[in-house]
């Protein structure tokens, strides 16, 4: 029986965070406003008007670039892409052709089993967004605002082999975005989108058959979905013997979880693509370009490499950790200042994530400071607090009010027993109350123990140190 795979290429559009849309001076944050109430001329096309290049959008584009590993050109020019479609003002989208800003690039991936994939950037073009069509009974309504928004498209060679691994290169690629500065890649606000090509090949053959092109999908799950879909389509047809023979452009049905043809794929002669007469070319400076590739942060692997070596966390929370610069740096700041960066990791990526999420915030809404979470982390070390008392308790009123752990530890007094005469009470207490679990346990039954140190952990509110009370309880429960 023949076997098949899959040949994908990712197309990533991410909105460039800059104050000022690409060509005009209208602001570039749309959103939640009213439609259609963030334009002008210039980005609504009226006749007679000039775009003028956004000099922040290609600063941005080429740092993006260089994170890629791209080459960068000393001269790239603008282009016109014609074709008509509602939203598009102009009739035609101003982007890149033959002379993008950058060529030729790589970045590596992470597979499940750890070892590193290399996937290829064919290159990292800029160009305006168009507007957006809401689709209603009878019609479609179109809102501009977002039109004339700066973007970056970022096309990587077709060098994917499955959903997970286009997730896996499309979340690295937005890590890198938010590390470099270059783009907030909100997908919840519209700023980063995918359309991917998909094919597929009986193993062990070189050639590349006719792609279906997925259009704008908006989330990793419907990334991921659609690509698989369209696999398992394509692969059925081959199994009948009747392999698709054209290229086609699909939508993604997100309720049937099925893709849908919407036409035939367009070729770069059917956009008749000629330079930009309204714009002049980039002409780049060299030295410019090095010193933009030395400013360059830490990127994303690099860093998850790095916090597994150096703080000794698991792959899964080095990950977790390294893909969006804020949540990374809070890791750090709390785990060099509490002095167990195991004990930060599971606090933060548990309990604090796990709360957020619950709440529907981000990282960054949290009223915990860097320096108050590490000290939590130190007064647990130090046995101050119980870990019990640290999550139930002290973190929950950290969160809530931003307080320091020290002071509410203190008003509250929460500090951990560890004096051994008050605990000896405690226990001796609670082995007189539960005579049965106490002969259960010296008869062989082993979870009588944990029932016991239950009991004494109630007893004292949780304050009791849990290693003494394991040490004095095996004493006193020793026939």
């Not at 775009?51 to 600063?59: D, H, T, W």
């Not at 050109?73 to 603008?78: A, Q």
């Not at 590739?293 to 966390?313: D, G, H, M, T, V």
């Amino acid at each position: 029986m023949t076997s098949y795979e899959t040949i994908i290429g990712l197309e990533i559009h991410a909105q460039i965070s800059t104050k000022t849309k690409m060509f005009c001076a209208c602001d570039n944050d749309s959103f939640n406003r009213n439609p259609n109430s963030n334009v002008c001329p210039i980005c609504m096309g009226f006749p007679g008007v000039l775009p003028v290049i956004n000099r922040e959008a290609i600063y941005k584009g080429i740092k993006t670039a260089l994170a890629l590993n791209c080459t960068i050109p000393l001269f790239s020019k603008f282009d016109r892409k014609n074709y008509f479609y509602p939203d598009l003002p102009y009739g035609y989208q101003i982007s890149q052709y033959d002379d993008p800003i950058s060529k030729k690039g790589a970045i590596e991936i992470e597979l499940a089993d750890g070892k590193l994939k290399t996937i290829g950037i064919t290159r990292l073009h800029l160009e305006n967004d168009a507007g957006k069509l809401t689709h209603v009974l009878g019609g479609s309504l179109v809102d501009y605002n977002r039109a004339g928004t700066p973007l970056m498209e970022i096309v990587s060679e077709p060098d994917l082999r499955s959903g997970v691994e286009a997730c896996l290169f499309a979340k690295m690629v937005q890590a890198i975005l938010r590390t470099i500065g270059s783009s907030d890649a909100d997908m919840e606000k519209g700023m980063m989108r995918f359309d991917a090509s998909v094919s597929t090949r009986p193993l062990g053959e070189e050639k590349l058959y006719p792609r279906a092109e997925i259009k704008n999908l908006n989330s990793f799950k419907a990334l991921e979905n659609a690509i698989d879909f369209e696999s398992k389509r394509q692969i059925i047809l081959w199994e009948k013997g009747e392999p698709q023979d054209q290229q086609i452009t699909v939508g993604w049905l997100d309720d049937r979880q099925e893709t849908k043809l919407l036409r035939t794929k367009e070729d770069a002669a059917d956009y008749r693509y000629f330079p930009e007469p309204d714009l002049p070319p980039l002409h780049l400076d060299k030295a410019w370009i090095e010193t933009l590739r030395s400013e360059l942060p830490e990127l994303p692997l690099a860093k998850n490499k790095r916090f597994i070596k150096e703080y000794k966390i698991s792959q899964g929370e080095a990950l977790f950790f390294s893909q969006d610069p804020f949540l990374g740096n809070y890791f750090e700041e709390v785990a060099q200042v509490g002095g167990d960066p195991k004990l930060a990791a599971s606090f933060i990526g548990t309990i604090l994530g796990g709360r957020l999420n619950r709440e529907g915030l981000a990282f960054d809404q949290c009223k915990i400071t860097t320096s108050n979470f590490g000290q939590l982390i130190k007064l647990i070390k130090a046995g101050t607090i119980s870990n019990t008392v640290a999550k139930s308790t002290v973190f929950d009123a950290m969160y809530e009010t931003g307080e320091s752990p020290e002071v509410i530890v203190e008003k509250n007094g929460l500090k951990q027993v560890s004096n051994v005469d008050a605990l000896e009470e405690i226990i001796k207490k609670v082995i007189s109350e539960n005579s049965s679990v106490v002969a259960d346990f010296r008869s062989g039954k082993q979870k009588a123990f944990g029932f016991l140190m239950g009991q004494i952990m109630k007893s004292s509110n949780g304050q009791a140190n849990p290693q003494l009370v394991n040490e004095i309880l095996q004493k006193e429960l020793q026939v």
